[in-house]
T-cell receptor, first 113, second 113 residues
Framework: AQSVTQLGSHVSVSEGALVLLRCNYSSSVPPYLFWYVQYPNQGLQLLLKYTTGATLVKGINGFEAEFKKSETSFHLTKPSAHMSDAAEYFCAVSDQGYQKVTFGTGTKLQVIP | SAVISQKPSRDICQRGTSLTIQCQVDSQVTMMFWYRQQPGQSLTLIATANQGSEATYESGFVIDKFPISRPNLTFSTLTVSNMSPEDSSIYLC??????????FGPGTRLTVL
């Protein structure tokens, strides 16, 4: 069985500050891991994904995440927050490749001017 | 990538009625999924829409309540039957070619009075 835990349902950062959104997963096999972003009244957009290979993955809009097997974590970071980053972020895991994806409960990011 | 459209984008319905949501993709895809996102919550997989055969439902979801059709590789419908206020949610269609990540439609925002 697979599961995802996102720590912090709401995170606030100042504009220009580091963004860190935490995600821990559980999977019985090497997982595929994803971060999606959802802007208000819109569908989900893929930020980045980890499948195999390099454990540090870079995504769109300056975001990156590092797969740490020993910690079962896949935290999302961005060095400098921008107002346009305000959205809800979902971490997701799959033990069946790109199928049967399980989503975390989401973290709403607020960026303070 | 894939461009996905959903109809309707939103609707307000009366208790006891049914609503059919359409999902159209701009190219052939391997798999299509239907998710529910209840207010303030994460995404929950309802079912996998199988072309030419019955959909595969997740635990807690049944065909009588959420009948699904997928007549070809680019189109699927989800019907929410005998609606109650608890069915008020955003319903999202997603697709994958199995060799890439899931792409999501913009969602259908349903309110049941």
């Amino acid at each position: 069985a697979q599961s995802v835990t996102q720590l912090g349902s709401h995170v606030s950062v100042s504009e220009g500050a580091l963004v860190l959104l935490r995600c821990n997963y559980s999977s019985s096999v090497p997982p595929y891991l994803f971060w999606y972003v959802q802007y208000p009244n819109q569908g989900l957009q893929l930020l980045l994904k980890y499948t195999t290979g390099a454990t540090l993955v870079k995504g769109i809009n300056g975001f990156e995440a590092e797969f740490k097997k020993s910690e079962t974590s896949f935290h999302l970071t961005k060095p400098s927050a921008h107002m346009s980053d305000a959205a809800e972020y979902f971490c997701a895991v799959s033990d069946q490749g790109y199928q049967k994806v399980t989503f975390g409960t989401g973290t709403k990011l607020q960026v303070i001017p | 990538s894939a461009v996905i459209s959903q109809k309707p984008s939103r609707d307000i319905c009366q208790r006891g009625t049914s609503l059919t949501i359409q999902c159209q993709v701009d190219s052939q895809v391997t798999m299509m999924f239907w998710y529910r996102q209840q207010p303030g919550q994460s995404l929950t997989l309802i079912a996998t829409a199988n072309q030419g055969s019955e959909a595969t439902y997740e635990s807690g979801f049944v065909i009588d309540k959420f009948p699904i059709s997928r007549p070809n590789l680019t189109f699927s419908t989800l019907t929410v039957s005998n609606m109650s206020p608890e069915d008020s949610s955003i319903y999202l269609c997603s697709v994958t070619r199995a060799t890439d990540e899931q792409f999501f439609g913009p969602g259908t925002r349903l309110t049941v009075l």
